[in-house]
């Protein structure tokens, strides 16, 4: 028998698991647009951290009144341990199937893990006495020896322990390594990368497939170091501490991080060959193909040295199973955004390689002695990453590089009728608000909003997308130089919304300043005056538009162009009429600045007149007004 010590409340496991979720809800909120919603997020976080609180200190007190945990039993026939370090349920398995009894872990997160096939025990070391685990280590070999076919399972049980206590010791520091990369590298990205602008890892290497079949290889390299946000960084960097621990624990520093690296370049090619597809991404980032090589060379060593690897240095079947239904079925059916194609890709690699090295060692004990060329192909790896990053840095600095990169993904999404108006926005945005993109380039953006509102009005019409969409169409047009296709566009929006009102406001004004003012629809009388005089706001018409009209006129006060005020007249109407300013008693629309009004430079000059009609009632005439903030984007 060996006892097990009460559990502590703030054991080190529980602090770790504190700091893991409070990592975990940070990043979440730091990937969220604006850190929008943070009261859902702190909540949430109150919630887990106070759950699994309340489960410990309520379990750890049951076990105290009952006397404390039950012991590890080891008889000839039966091994029975509790079910966990916070449950008094005893648990009995047959001696056959305890594989092995190991210490994982060092110093205060150590931990006792117990192999019994489709179940593992799991302890802190600090439950147990000092000398347990060798103890316990001696007296399962012995229960195993008393059988009949004893000495094959003992001598079985005896190298599992052996294999464990020789690489069980070993610290995984290219493992470390690898995650101080990546997260030098994302700290590189948030000081670099604007924010605004979703299609800027491209700049630092994403691997993009229409660039890649251009000649720019070294994407392949270097997509593998960046990452979308914290949470995704935060997940690889979990997931390669934990797999990655185990596989170069048992293949050593060099063939791990040949692995690794490898897979990371097979998962990226097959990821820009997938982005042919009509579905395919159009570009990709992290080291996630990496990570699913070292799984599936930890498969391939598994199922080649299973029966003699210890529990915490192997995959168990269900685990495994559990694995790739929820990385290869749930998670792609969940988000679209992950790259499935990539995370096959290097899965299959990683398992391949795996495969070969457990064909080159006879035992498990060989798998980290160097083979072959193995210090070679670990240079000659080091060698390309370290070409591809010095050649995506070159490629960087070549004036022009910027817009043409852009051109061919236009070009790319263009072509490909299954992208969604939201991707062809942000793609057409990026390109409007590129301070030196060149008119070819802009072209690309404006029939790519063209595309992208022609599929929004098929879905909804009315939408905010929708005007999102045709917001940045007019924006390249304006941006081309034609400010009355940019006037008419954005006249046809909900303009009153930020910063649509602001552009809306920007168009009118050029208009004006370049051409004069416009006017819409058939023969018919002029635009109408409007005018203020000692803050009274009056509207002449000479003779009436039959099906009636909208006005659009642009508002300047002392401090230069200050908004946009928008009319509704009805049919037939004519003469002058007072309206009340905006602001004011019964008055739609957005309150002007007072100042505006009194200041005895206040004009207004209308810009577009559209008499294609206006059925509308004496109330909704307007004026309406929508305040001008400059766009830092598209203001000259």
């Known amino acids: ?126 439950m147990l006495e000092g000398a347990a685990v060798e103890q316990l280590q001696a007296a399962l070999e012995a229960s195993l020896a008393a059988r009949p076919d004893g000495a094959a399972l003992g001598a079985l049980m005896a190298r599992r322990h052996r294999l464990s206590r020789a690489l069980g010791g070993i610290r995984p520091v290219g493992t470390w390594a690898m995650v101080a990369v990546i997260a030098a590298v994302f700290a590189v990205q948030m000081l670099v990368l604007p924010e605004k602008d979703p299609f800027a890892l491209i700049d630092m290497g994403a691997n993009a497939g229409a660039l890649v079949w251009q000649g720019q290889w070294f994407r392949l390299i270097t997509a593998s170091l960046l990452h979308l946000s914290a949470r995704h960084v935060l997940g690889n960097a979990v997931s390669l501490l934990v797999i990655g621990a185990m596989v170069e624990r048992l293949v050593g520093l060099r063939h ?76 792609p059916l969940l988000v679209p955004q992950i790259d499935s194609w990539a995370h096959g890709g290097g899965a299959l690699a990683g398992f391949c390689a795996g495969a070969l090295l457990c064909f080159i060692c006879p035992d498990a004990e060989s798998l980290r002695r160097p083979y072959w060329h193995t210090q070679e ?18 490629h960087a600095s070549i004036d022009g590089a910027h817009a043409a990169d852009r051109l061919a993904l236009a070009e790319t999404v263009f072509y490909r009728p299954n992208v969604a108006p939201l991707v062809r926005n942000a793609l057409a945005w990026e390109i409007a608000t590129e301070p030196g993109a060149p008119p070819v380039l802009l072209r690309w953006g404006r029939a790519l909003a063209e595309q992208g509102a022609r599929q ?44 649509m009102g602001s552009h809306l406001a920007l168009f009118l004004d050029t208009l004006l300043r370049e051409r004069g003012s416009q006017v819409v629809g058939e023969e018919g009388p002029p635009a109408p005056a409007i005018t203020v005089e000692n803050g009274v706001l009056r509207l002449s018409q000479p003779s009436p538009a039959p099906q009636g009209a909208r006005v659009y006129a642009v508002l300047r006060g002392r401090n230069g162009l200050a908004g946009v005020l928008f009319f509704h007249l009805p049919p037939n109407f004519s003469g002058t009429q007072i309206l009340p300013l905006p602001g004011s008693q019964g008055a739609p629309g957005t309150a002007a600045p007072d100042p505006l009004w009194t200041d005895g430079r206040t004009t207004i000059e209308v810009g577009l007149f559209d008499r294609r009609g206006c059925y509308c009632s004496w109330p909704e005439m307007g004026p309406h007004f929508a305040p001008y903030t400059p766009d830092p984007d598209i203001s000259p």
């Open 377 to 394: 192909a670990f240079a000659a790896l080091l060698t390309v990453f370290g070409v591809g990053i010095g050649a995506q840095a070159w």
């Open 456 to 499: 929004q009005r098929h879905v909804d019409g009315r939408s905010r997308i929708y005007a999102a969409v045709v917001d940045t169409e007019a924006v390249l047009e304006y941006r081309l130089g034609d400010p009355v296709r940019a006037t008419r566009l954005e006249a046809e929006l909900p303009w009153r919304l930020q910063p």
């Open 1 to 126: 028998m060996f006892p097990l010590r009460t559990p502590r409340l703030l054991s080190p496991q529980t602090l770790l698991l504190f700091f893991s979720v409070t990592l975990a809800y940070a990043a979440s909120y730091a990937s969220l647009p604006n850190q929008a919603h943070w009261q859902v997020f702190l909540t949430g976080w109150l919630l887990t951290v106070c759950g699994y609180a309340g489960v410990v200190i309520v379990r750890v007190a049951a076990i105290r009144r009952a006397g404390g945990l039950g012991p590890i039993t080891v008889t000839d026939t039966h091994f029975e341990a509790p079910a966990n370090a916070l449950s008094r349920k005893m648990v009995r398995v047959p001696i056959e199937r305890v594989r092995s009894a190991a210490l994982v872990g060092r110093g205060p997160f150590a931990r006792l893990l117990i192999d019994a096939g489709r179940r593992a025990f799991v302890f802190p070391a600090a």
């Open 256 to 331: 791990c991080l040949i692995l690794l690296l490898g897979s990371c370049i097979v998962s990226q090619i097959v990821s820009a060959a997938a982005g042919a597809l009509p579905n395919g991404h159009l570009f990709s980032v992290g080291l996630s193909g990496g990570i699913f090589g070292l799984l599936g060379a930890l498969g391939a060593i598994t199922w080649r040295f299973g029966k003699v690897l210890p529990a915490g240095l192997r995959l168990q079947g269900r685990r495994w199973a559990v694995l790739v239904l929820i990385y290869a079925v749930a998670l």
